[in-house]
Each structure stands twice: as C-alpha cells, then as structure tokens.
C-alpha cells in the first residue's frame, strides 16, 4: 500500500449526500472492517445529535469520529472517539472538556489563516457541499495548505471529495476538488512548492505520475499532517485509487 493513502478515508455515511439510516451506515461499516482495506481508517463519524441513536444500535463501531453539532457536548466516555470536530472560536473549544488521548480538530474557512491554537489541536477544512459557494478556490484550499505546513498544523479534510482528480460537476456548475489532488498539494507544500497547481490540475496522467513518484519522508510528513478526510462513500476512493493503478488490487 502507498503510504501516501494508507488510513486516509473516514466513514461520513451517515452524512450528506448518501445519508445513510444509522442501521445502514453501521452495518457498511461493518462490512468493510471485515474487509480490512488499509486505504479506510476504519473510523466511523457521527454527529453529537445522532449519539443516542448509535447507542440503541446493535453493534457499535470500534472507533469513531464525534462531530459537534449541538448547543452543548454530550458525555461519550462510554464511546471509542478517536477526535472531536467543533465549529467554535479556538478560545472557545480550548475550554472543553475532552476524555483523555480524544484529539480537538476546529472546523475553520479555507480562506482563513488561524494562529493561537489550543495546545495539541487541528483545523478541520471544508472542500465543497450542497451549493457550488460551499467549494472553496484552489486558492484559498491552498493558502491554507501552506499555513499548515509552515506552522506544522495537522489538518482533517471534509465534503466534495467524491472523487480522487478534480472535475466539475454540471449539477452544481462548479469544478470539484480532487482528494488525490489534495494528497499531492500536501506534498507539494512540504517540498516548498506552490499547492494550487496541484490543485487545480485535472491531468489524470499527471496526477499518477506524481503520486508513484513521491519520496518516503514527503509522504510520512503529508500525512503526518494532513490526518484524513470524511467520504460519504467508502468504496468509491479505493475503487478510484485503483483503476489509476496507485494502489494495488489486493490494498
């Protein structure tokens, strides 16, 4: 497995736009750590507001990602959270209370260049939705790639990443960003080059050339700071990854 996409994806199921019931999304999760494909973090998002929900299901997951959208933190000592996603002032989320070893990933704009972190905590980016406004520029995605590098800030990615090379999607009249695309902008910061190139480029040949071709301490820095990113589809990135030929028929 390319250590570049060994534990990348995590299980946004239950999240637009597949929005799986939760007996659904837990049961695909299910199937695929069964499956053991080293491409799926084997970590399953949910939002606080749905905790109840997983709680009465059958089986839970044996590691999770906890996405804040209530007024207030629910306890969820009882649950495997890996991380906690906020969309609060930095200020604001230093002051919760998180278990012990649950690392704080702070949801920010592309745009924005945030310093005075919490001790220990990420940023979290949004790299598309529902509406064409919610895809950031490669300009913005970028900049912020850079901050991150430069301030050694591990990062979590999520939305729009569909597919692994950019193309645009003629429902919403806008250009989707590519997670490959990111992976490789990653690298290309790391390396102190420009990431919007990357970003931008629907080269697919291009694309695979670059991924084969990154060195083993470019890929273990990348994604020692870029942590993952949630897919609504857990099948689609190793599916992508493979017919490119970047990762094998067997990872």
Same mark, same amino acid.
Not at 50 to 64: G, T, W
Not at 79 to 98: I, K, N, S, T
Not at 245 to 251: E, L, P, Q
């Given at each position: 497995?390319?250590?570049?996409?060994?534990?990348? &994806?995590?299980?946004?199921?239950?999240?637009?736009?597949?929005?799986?019931?939760?007996?659904?999304?837990?049961?695909?999760? /299910? /199937?695929?750590?069964?499956?053991?494909?080293?491409?799926?973090?084997?970590?399953?998002?949910?939002?606080?507001? /749905?905790?109840?929900?997983?709680?009465?299901?059958?089986?839970?997951?044996?590691?999770?990602?906890?996405?804040? =959208?209530?007024?207030?933190?629910?306890?969820? =000592?009882?649950?495997? &959270?890996?991380?906690?996603?906020?969309?609060?002032?930095?200020?604001?989320?230093?002051?919760?209370?998180?278990? +012990?070893?649950?690392?704080?990933?702070?949801?920010?704009?592309?745009?924005?260049?945030?310093?005075?972190?919490?001790?220990?905590?990420?940023?979290? &980016?949004?790299?598309?939705?529902?509406?064409?406004?919610?895809? +950031? +520029?490669?300009?913005?995605?970028?900049?912020?790639? /850079?901050?991150?590098?430069?301030?050694?800030?591990?990062?979590?990615?999520?939305?729009?990443?569909?597919?692994?090379?950019?193309?645009?999607?003629?429902?919403?009249? &806008?250009?989707?960003?590519?997670?490959?695309?990111?992976?490789?902008?990653?690298?290309?910061?790391?390396?102190?080059?420009?990431?919007? +190139?990357?970003?931008?480029?629907?080269?697919?040949?291009?694309?695979?050339?670059?991924?084969?071709?990154?060195?083993?301490?470019?890929?273990?820095?990348?994604?020692?700071?870029?942590?993952?990113?949630?897919?609504?589809?857990?099948?689609?990135?190793?599916?992508?990854?493979?017919?490119?030929?970047?990762?094998?028929?067997?990872?």
């Amino acid at each position: 497995m390319n250590p570049l996409f060994t534990a990348l &994806v995590d299980d946004a199921g239950l999240f637009p736009p597949t929005s799986l019931p939760m007996d659904e999304a837990l049961a695909r999760h /299910r /199937r695929d750590a069964e499956a053991a494909g080293l491409l799926l973090t084997h970590r399953f998002l949910c939002p606080a507001s /749905r905790l109840d929900s997983l709680r009465r299901a059958e089986s839970r997951p044996a590691r999770m990602g906890l996405i804040l =959208d209530t007024d207030d933190l629910p306890a969820f =000592d009882d649950l495997p &959270v890996d991380f906690l996603e906020v969309r609060l002032p930095p200020e604001e989320a230093g002051r919760l209370d998180l278990p +012990p070893g649950v690392r704080l990933f702070i949801e920010v704009p592309a745009r924005s260049q945030v310093t005075g972190l919490p001790e220990g905590a990420g940023l979290k &980016v949004r790299c598309g939705g529902l509406s064409a406004d919610a895809f +950031p +520029p490669a300009e913005h995605l970028g900049a912020f790639i /850079r901050h991150c590098v430069s301030h050694d800030i591990p990062f979590k990615a999520t939305a729009g990443l569909h597919h692994a090379v950019r193309h645009f999607d003629p429902a919403l009249g &806008v250009d989707r960003h590519g997670f490959l695309n990111l992976v490789l902008a990653v690298c290309e910061a790391v390396e102190h080059r420009d990431p919007v +190139p990357v970003l931008r480029t629907t080269d697919v040949g291009q694309l695979v050339r670059l991924a084969l071709a990154v060195p083993e301490e470019t890929a273990k820095r990348a994604r020692a700071l870029l942590v993952s990113y949630g897919s609504c589809s857990t099948s689609t990135p190793t599916d992508d990854l493979r017919t490119l030929g970047v990762i094998s028929d067997g990872a």
